[in-house]
C-alpha cells in the first residue's frame, strides 16, 4: 500500500510576510498671497505682497513671476523674485516685483508662485489690473510734439509713440510780430494721436514761443 503526501503552499501576507510599505501621494504645499498691490514710479511698475505658507510644513526655494499685459493682451513685459529660505507653517514673506513700462503700458498683471522644483506648477496666483491714472504723468512725458509755424499758419504734429492715446490736448504759445507792437497768442487744441493739422495764426510774421501737452485720454481699451 502505497500512501502519497500532498504537500498544499498557502501564501500568507500580513505579519508573517514581507510587507510594503503604503505610500501617500505628497502634497504639495499650500501657499496663499496677500496684501498684493501696485505703484508707479517714473516708467518702473513695482508689484509687492506677501507670501503666506498656510500649510502644515516649511516651504522653501520659491519663485514668483509677474507677468504684464498691454491693453491689447499681449504679453509685454516680464520679471520675478525668489525666496530661497523656509517660510514656516503660519509664516509670511514679502516679494517685490519691477518691470520697466513699455510702450504700449501694462493694464493688467499677474502673479504666480511656483516651486523651484517644479517651476511652471503654481502654487498659487491672481491677477490684477492697472488704473489708468496711475499712468498721467507718465504718457504725458512721452508723447512727442512738433510745429511749423509759416505765414498766417501753425501745423501741430502729434506722436504718442505707440501707446493707447486716444486725444491730446496741446496749448501753443507764439509771438505774432506787428508794425506797432509785438502780441503772444495762445492756442489751445485738441487732436488725435499720430496726426497733422494746420491751424490759422494772426498777423504775417511769427514764431513759436512753446509747446506743450495740456491733457490727454486713453483709448476706452483700456476699460
Known amino acids: 500500500m502505497r500512501v502519497w503526501v500532498v504537500w498544499v503552499g498557502v501564501a500568507v501576507t500580513g505579519a508573517f510576510g514581507p510587507h510594503l510599505p503604503i505610500v501617500d501621494a ?7 498671497l496677500s496684501n498684493v498691490s501696485h505703484t508707479i514710479d517714473g516708467a518702473t511698475l513695482t508689484v509687492t505682497g506677501w507670501i503666506v505658507n498656510a500649510g502644515q510644513a516649511p516651504v522653501s526655494r520659491l519663485v514668483v513671476d509677474v507677468h504684464g499685459f498691454a491693453p491689447s493682451g ?7 523674485d525668489g525666496i530661497p529660505w523656509d517660510i514656516p ?9 519691477s518691470l520697466a513700462v513699455p510702450a504700449p503700458l501694462i493694464r493688467d498683471y499677474t502673479v504666480t508662485v511656483s516651486s523651484a522644483r517644479a517651476w511652471g506648477r503654481p502654487l498659487a496666483g491672481l491677477r490684477r489690473r492697472v488704473d489708468s491714472a496711475l499712468y498721467h504723468a507718465l504718457v504725458l512725458s512721452r508723447v512727442r510734439l512738433a510745429a511749423d509755424v509759416q505765414t498766417g499758419r501753425l501745423t501741430l504734429r502729434t506722436d504718442v509713440r505707440g501707446m493707447p492715446v486716444a486725444q491730446i490736448t496741446v496749448e501753443a504759445t507764439l509771438v505774432l510780430f506787428n508794425p506797432h507792437v509785438n502780441l503772444l497768442q495762445s492756442l489751445t487744441v485738441v487732436m488725435p494721436p499720430d496726426a497733422t493739422e494746420t491751424f490759422s ?3 504775417t510774421r511769427a514764431a513759436l514761443v512753446s509747446l506743450r501737452v495740456v491733457d490727454l485720454l486713453l483709448t476706452t481699451a483700456w476699460d
Do not use: C, H, K, Y
Open 74 to 80: 499681449d504679453l509685454t513685459a516680464f520679471s520675478s
Open 89 to 97: 507653517p503660519g509664516g509670511a514673506e514679502r516679494f517685490s516685483v
Open 201 to 203: 495764426i494772426d498777423g
Open 26 to 32: 505628497a502634497r504639495p504645499p499650500s501657499i496663499e
